[in-house]
């Protein structure tokens, strides 16, 4: 009777982790460049097995029911998401593979498909809120205005008729595994071994859309809601069962 417990408790909590990460996409559903999230659970003895020896610690197995799940892993999708014209001249999506780089005033190097751009106050391209926007060499890009175009490969030019001078140019950056890298509260990710990418076009005038389907995301949220109040009535059944099975016996001795 006890392992209901268990296996009702592991439920509740894997229901509430993904309702954490399914309710962080929908937050996150306008944001620009948003890669959504999905959560994995395994069973307690998988995650045991991964993280001992069992090949040599001269143990032996006694069983192989688990009766409670564990936190796996949040994965990232890093599919392309939709390209939507915005028709400001500082906005930049990636088609493509890759990530613009981001350096903040102390110096940290993040990446991000967010290509919201601005100026600030020294006329450099920038995140608003976040850093200074870097070329492929890594150093930030000097605008001095917004009246700018862009071609496909990123590069920049003055807005005027007949104008070939490029005035700067943005880096896209890209890694050999994306799930090796670190993701923070921001949505910004972090790795190394960062190289150009060369698969990958720029798009002005256009952010990318998070890849994140609100429909969808509603539907788990709505499912993952009705897995959790079942898995909570339940268990409040098995402790009405057990106070009721302690006092019997109680009763009978």
């Known amino acids: 009777m006890f392992k209901g417990f268990y296996n009702l408790t592991s439920a509740m909590l894997t229901h509430q982790q993904n309702l954490n990460v399914v309710g962080n996409n929908l937050v996150n559903i306008s944001t620009a460049g948003y890669k959504q999230e999905r959560y994995t659970a395994s069973t307690f003895d998988d ?19 688990s009766y409670i799940r564990a936190a796996s892993e949040t994965y990232t999708d890093y599919s392309q998401g939709i390209p939507e014209p915005t028709d400001l001249p500082l906005d930049f999506a990636i088609v493509g593979d890759g990530f613009f780089a981001v350096r903040d005033p102390e110096g940290n190097v993040s990446y991000t498909r967010m290509g919201n751009f601005s100026l600030d106050e020294e006329g450099y391209l920038c995140l608003p809120g976040y850093g200074q926007v870097l070329d492929p060499q ?8 917004d009246k700018i175009k862009s ?7 003055y807005d005027q008729p007949n104008n ?23 949505g910004f990710f972090t790795g190394e071994n960062a190289q150009p990418s060369e698969n990958f076009e720029i798009w002005n005038k256009y952010l990318e859309r998070s890849n994140s ?3 969808k995301q509603m539907t788990e949220m709505i499912t993952y809601q009705r897995a959790l109040q079942s898995a909570a009535q339940v268990s409040k059944m098995y402790d009405q069962l057990m106070t009721r099975a302690a006092t019997e016996v109680g009763r009978l001795q």
């Open 47 to 65: 995650v045991m097995y991964s993280r001992v020896d069992v090949n040599h610690s001269g143990g032996t197995e006694i069983g192989r029911q």
């Open 138 to 145: 890594g150093q930030p890009i000097y605008l001095s205005t």
């Open 151 to 157: 071609d496909s490969r990123g590069i920049i030019y």
């Open 164 to 186: 070939n001078i490029a005035i700067g140019q943005l880096g896209v950056y890209s890694f050999e595994d994306n799930e090796a890298l670190t993701r923070d509260d921001r």
């Open 213 to 215: 389907d609100m429909v």
